[in-house]
């Protein structure tokens, strides 16, 4: 009865009026120059966007806010008796003005359009964390799974000391509860998330944004703990030809291309990207008789094209991506009758998403198909995983308002479909030697209505519910709700609190256990229920004046998420087996953080972060039941950046330091009230740059202190024996790391 009230208190919670989760504007101030050359604020002037025709005027203090454009567009201040300035804006930021008299000159470009490496969204509902194009330059950032090393929220870590797999951590769970998005369309999902976070490069990217807890439910229902959207370079903004070259100590090459064009003038254009990688080498320094990393080869193509047609309200987006990738590892070829690991994955996906914007300012039609066709296969020794899924995603979203847009809603219809066919097979079972099916087949119909309220630029309510059928789970009902308000110009409270369902692919997203002698009980596997949890969370953000130019930014923090199921991977109840079945109990994840950034002179940027992390979950066998602590998630995390750029960024200096506690390690003796522990540890980055206007060199080092976790894997000198295991991974894998880069580029 609890629970049943619980439910009906939420759902009304979440039918309050609401604004948009997806909010994003372009803020800023306009100054003028008076007669003693002092820059002051300047009230009255217009700031508008060409294109949209969207507009506001600048208060006593000179600051003005404008909705942020979905595409390019040309951001104008101007004011009667003053020249007018511009500057090509995208997407939510910061761009100051300095205007003069009409007929006078600066004697040097006042425009300023900065971005932090890595910083907070002082205007969305939802706690987003944005790691910039200049946060992805801080470090190499070869793909998505280096380009966290600065991120305050998520951790990134091997899932084994074999296959070269990464996973993440945010909120103190598996990356598997947080939904990726490829802008804003749903991507990385099963086969594709095992080692999907090697496959996007990091000089593709424009931009990151992590938003934790309860999103918008336009999206759809798998998110659990927040969204991760990847931001593309466009092939309408971006640099004609972009060249990227890579090189490291240990063997490791890397290419990637960008090349854009204009098809059409202002109608149509044309980009595509593409990156190559190899690592051929075998490298054992730690002297196991195991590769450290898997010898690898990686192709990447991404064409996109973009048409646009403002006359007629038309915006259209199409992309098709290509990925083959082939990784072996295991021990070294020199040792006889040895451990191999051998994995392919092929990867396809075409996508497309239109817009029509008819009647008033504001009001749109939004159509978003995707399609993924994703072919792995996988060998760890005696074990074999191999599979292909299908997944088409369509999503028609109508977007308007009531009266005026301070009310305003989103309503839609969307379809998943999801084709599994897999196979897993074990030859040296204890039992019996296992080769079991794994297909599955799953069709979602869905529908759902966001309701949007803004106050004044001071309140931001958002509320959205959706109603899916799953073929396989049936009906599910998904409620979620945002709210930021603005106490102060200068405090600003976020709360949220929404539900979310996954789909497990128990197999695919325990990859690393398949780099033991552990028995698999994948019997049980088709019998799992689908994945639900509720997420909690609320947020203080505080811009704290200083003598700097910048303000100081301090946020607080907490997220809890409550599940009602999840698939347990059981491997303390025996040592030679992985066990899943459905939770029988409780488990829940407490995530708390504290974020600052300052600036506290010119050219200086520190950014620093501390989190704990409060993971528990039931363990059973039907006669034994243990809340314990969810093993191999570091309990807290501290991190602080450094960077300092000359004038004109020149040159720039950056230096990370991590900092990162203890994690419990599984118990190999059963189920145990004592706790082992792994040994807290630090790791160090550091990045000089040497910026051109057509040509960047880079230089750095990871892991400056060259610490790794020792011997990783458990029986490496006999890896067909029970007991063999290199799944228990909770340390750095690979040692000091020295690379070097070129970017060039033609503008």
Same mark, same amino acid.
């Given at each position: 009865m609890n629970t049943i009230k619980l439910n009906y208190i939420c759902l009304i919670l979440m039918l309050a009026p609401v604004a948009a989760i997806q909010a994003q504007n372009i803020t800023g101030h306009v100054y003028e120059i008076d007669k003693s050359g002092k820059k002051t604020p300047l009230e009255g002037a217009t700031v508008y966007?060409?294109?949209?025709?969207?507009g506001t005027t600048t208060d006593a203090e000179g600051r003005y806010s404008v909705a942020a454009p979905a595409g390019a567009d040309l951001?104008?201040?101007? +004011?009667?008796?003053?020249?007018? %300035?511009?500057?090509?804006?995208?997407?939510e930021g910061?761009?100051?003005? !300095?205007? #003069?008299?009409? $007929?006078? !000159?600066?004697?040097?470009?006042?425009?300023?359009?900065?971005?932090?490496?890595?910083?907070? =969204?002082?205007?969305? &509902? @939802?706690?987003?964390?944005?790691?910039?194009?200049?946060? +992805?330059?801080? +470090?190499?950032?070869?793909? +998505?799974?280096e380009s966290f090393e600065n991120s305050a929220s998520v951790t990134v870590g091997f899932t084994d000391a074999v296959s070269g797999a990464k996973q993440i951590q945010l909120l103190g769970l598996s990356g598997v509860y947080s939904q990726m998005l490829a802008e804003n369309i749903p991507s990385m999902r099963g086969l594709a998330s095992t080692y999907g976070w090697n496959y996007t490069p990091g000089s593709w990217m424009e931009g990151i944004q992590i938003s934790k807890? @309860? =999103?918008?439910?336009?999206?759809?229902?798998?998110?659990?703990?927040g969204q991760i959207n990847l931001d593309f370079r466009k092939p309408n903004q971006t640099d004609p030809l972009f060249l990227n070259l890579y090189a490291d100590v240990s063997g490791r090459y890397e290419g990637n291309l960008s090349l854009a064009t204009k098809v059409v003038p202002d109608r149509l254009w044309a980009g595509l990207m593409a990156h190559v990688s190899a690592e051929t080498p075998e490298h054992d320094v730690n002297g196991d008789g195991f590769m450290d990393t898997p010898k690898s080869k990686l192709l990447n193509l991404y064409n996109r094209w973009y048409y646009e047609n403002p006359d007629k309200g038309v915006e259209s987006k199409t992309g098709f991506k290509f990925l083959s990738e082939i990784r072996k590892g295991g021990q070294l070829s020199s040792v006889a009758d040895r451990y191999e690991t051998n994995i392919e994955n092929l990867n396809f996906n075409v996508y497309n998403k239109t817009g029509f914007a008819f009647g008033k300012e504001g009001q749109s039609i939004g159509i978003i198909n995707s399609f993924t066709r994703h072919i792995q296969s996988s060998a760890f020794g005696a074990k074999r995983f191999a599979g292909t899924q299908s997944s088409s995603y369509t999503n028609v979203m109508l977007s308007s308002y009531i009266n005026n847009t301070s009310h305003q809603y989103t309503a839609g219809l969307s379809f998943q479909y999801d084709g599994y066919n897999t196979k897993y097979s074990d030859k040296l079972p204890i039992n019996t030697p296992s080769d079991i099916e794994l297909d599955r087949e799953e069709l979602v119909p869905g529908a759902f209505l966001q309701y949007t309220y803004s106050r004044l630029d001071r309140l931001i309510l958002i509320a959205g519910i959706r109603s899916d059928y799953n073929s396989r789970f049936g009906?599910?009902?998904?409620p979620r709700a945002n709210l930021k308000y603005n106490f102060s110009d200068n405090i600003v409270f976020r709360a949220s609190a929404g539900k979310g369902y996954r789909s497990p692919n128990a197999i695919a997203e325990n990859i690393g256990l398949m780099a033991s002698s552990r028995e698999f009980d994948a019997a049980a596997i088709n019998g799992l229920d689908i994945e639900s949890a509720w997420n909690y969370g609320s947020n203080l953000t505080f811009y704290i004046p200083t003598w700097a130019e910048e303000n100081l930014v301090l946020s607080l923090d907490y997220f809890r998420t409550d599940f009602q199921n999840q698939t347990v991977a059981d491997i303390e109840r025996n040592r030679d087996r992985v066990f899943f079945y459905n939770l029988n109990g409780r488990s829940y994840a407490n995530a708390w953080? *504290?974020?600052m950034t300052f600036e506290p002179f010119a050219g200086w940027?520190?950014?620093?972060?501390?989190?704990?992390?409060?993971?528990?979950? !039931?363990?059973? %066998? $039907?006669? #034994?039941?243990?809340?314990?602590?969810? &093993?191999?998630?570091?309990?807290?995390?501290?991190l602080i950046n450094v960077s300092y750029a000359t004038p004109l960024r020149k040159w720039v200096f950056d230096l990370t330091a991590q900092f990162n506690g203890p994690s419990r390690l599984p118990s190999m003796t059963g189920y145990s009230s004592e706790v082992n522990t =792994?040994? *807290?540890? &630090? #790791?160090?980055? @550091?990045? *000089?740059?040497?910026?051109?206007k057509y040509f960047d060199a880079y230089i750095g080092v990871e892991n400056i202190m060259d610490y790794r976790q020792k011997n990783p894997i458990n029986l490496a000198d006999r890896p067909f024996d029970r007991g063999f295991d290199s799944s228990l991974v909770w340390g750095p894998l690979m040692g000091r790391r020295i690379y070097a880069g070129i970017r060039l580029r033609l503008m």
């Open positions: 966007l060409s294109k949209l025709k969207k951001l104008i201040a101007s +004011l009667i008796g003053m020249s007018s %300035d511009s500057l090509q804006v995208q997407g910061t761009a100051d003005f !300095t205007l #003069v008299e009409e $007929g006078e !000159t600066l004697e040097e470009t006042v425009i300023v359009a900065r971005r932090l490496g890595t910083y907070f =969204s002082r205007l969305t &509902p @939802a706690k987003v964390e944005v790691i910039s194009k200049t946060g +992805l330059m801080k +470090l190499a950032c070869c793909n +998505l799974g807890g @309860a =999103s918008s439910v336009t999206g759809g229902y798998e998110s659990i703990t009906w599910l009902l998904t953080q *504290a974020d940027e520190i950014f620093a972060a501390y989190r704990y992390n409060d993971t528990k979950m !039931t363990v059973g %066998d $039907g006669n #034994v039941s243990m809340l314990v602590e969810k &093993p191999l998630i570091s309990r807290y995390r501290g =792994s040994p *807290a540890f &630090p #790791v160090y980055f @550091a990045q *000089a740059t040497k910026n051109t």
